[in-house]
């Protein structure tokens, strides 16, 4: 699935605006491989982007997609929709509707399929074994991402062909199967060297490692350390083709900022940049997802029409101050020659 690609580099999928078909086609094009992201968007607008990117590349791409859990109906949300009301009411907008849903999960699996998508990895969960045999049957491989050796365990027993091996320093969402309230991150949390060991001792099968890589070195790391491929998301954030909104571009470019888990944008632990939102709201933030995210996703999508940083999800991995920016294809190509210097460094172990 991913053994034989001419550079061992899969551009994540980043829901939410910075994967782009474009995105896609790029790093496939410099010989890696892509993933789009479903999260967040319509079946229709899934399909349309999986039809654009096929006409970007004939190369093999990927798409992914959230698997949905229970609702937080039982959680108090009423102090932090007030906390968020009054940034509304400062950008002149409404909020939106702190209301559960399952991300059209059962459409957009629809979709996959009759698109007949080469590979398609989960999020927040396993699918059912049902669906996996389904994609098997239509002929697609299917990866899950995991945080843990447990969560390892539940993906191989639906049948899943690869694993995402998921570190704590990662951007954006981390991919908890299960958020636990009150603890900062969302429970117990491993970097990516040591869950790649973890969860190669326990499985057979291959394993794609992902957190905080944006150096070709991280790449030669974690293939050292038994992955096949190494997935990279913040390296592209600043990338010509990535849908990054301005403001997160420019506050990545600044660097300079810490990054720290929260759950004030969407209900579930994921890493941004330290800004107002996150200082102010995270203590009191409730593990209510979607809920929460859909809440906030009007007043941040006008704090980034308005440019204001501070009240943005500036989704980034921790060593975001180290990835660089211009064309994918430059990227990639940078990343090759990185990996290549620290290969060779190696030799001192013959």
């Known amino acids: 699935m991913f053994e034989d690609l001419r550079f061992p580099l899969i551009a994540a999928p980043m829901a939410g605006g910075p994967t782009t078909p474009e995105l ?9 491989f892509g993933f789009l992201a479903g999260g ?32 937080a109906a039982d959680v108090e949300l009423g102090a932090h929709i007030e906390r968020w009301r009054a940034e509304a009411e400062r950008l002149g907008v409404e909020p939106g509707e702190p209301r559960w849903d399952d991300d059209a999960y059962a459409a957009k699996l629809e ?3 009759a698109r007949k998508v080469p590979v398609v990895s989960f999020t927040f969960g396993t699918p059912s074994a049902e669906d996996v045999e389904r994609l098997h049957a239509n002929g697609s491989k299917v990866a899950v991402t995991v945080t843990s050796p447990a ?24 991919g908890l199967f299960a958020d636990e309230p009150g603890a900062e991150g969302g429970g117990a949390q491993y970097g990516v060297l040591s869950l790649l060991r973890l969860v190669s001792a326990r499985t057979d099968l291959p394993l794609v490692a992902t957190g905080g890589l944006v150096h070709g070195a991280d790449i030669a790391a974690v293939l050292a350390a038994g992955a096949v491929a190494a997935q990279l998301g913040t390296a592209f954030l600043r990338a010509d083709e990535a849908g990054t909104q301005p403001a997160h571009r420019q506050a990545l470019a600044d660097g300079g900022r810490p990054t720290a888990f929260t759950r004030a944008f969407s209900g579930r ?16 933030a409730p593990s209510a997802y979607p809920e929460v995210n859909n809440l906030t ?14 009240i943005m999800s500036l989704y980034a991995g921790q060593t975001y101050e180290l990835a660089g920016s211009g064309p994918a294809a430059s990227i990639v190509e940078r990343l090759q020659t990185e990996a290549r210097e620290a290969a060779t460094r190696l030799s001192r172990l013959r």
């Open 24 to 32: 896609v086609a790029a790093v496939t094009a410099a010989g890696g």
């Open 111 to 113: 979709v996959v399929l």
């Open 269 to 284: 632990p994921a890493r941004s940049l330290v800004n107002r939102a996150v200082a102010d709201f995270s203590a009191t």
């Open 151 to 174: 969560e390892a365990d539940r993906a191989v027993a639906v049948g899943a062909d690869a694993l995402v091996v998921q570190g704590f320093e990662a951007g954006a969402h981390r």
């Open 40 to 71: 967040y968007l319509s079946a229709d607008a899934l399909s349309d982007r999986i039809a654009k990117t096929a006409e970007l590349t004939a190369e093999p791409f990927g798409v992914n997609l959230f698997v949905s859990g229970g609702s």
């Open 297 to 310: 996703k009007p007043i941040r999508a006008a704090a980034g029409k308005a440019g204001d940083p501070e």
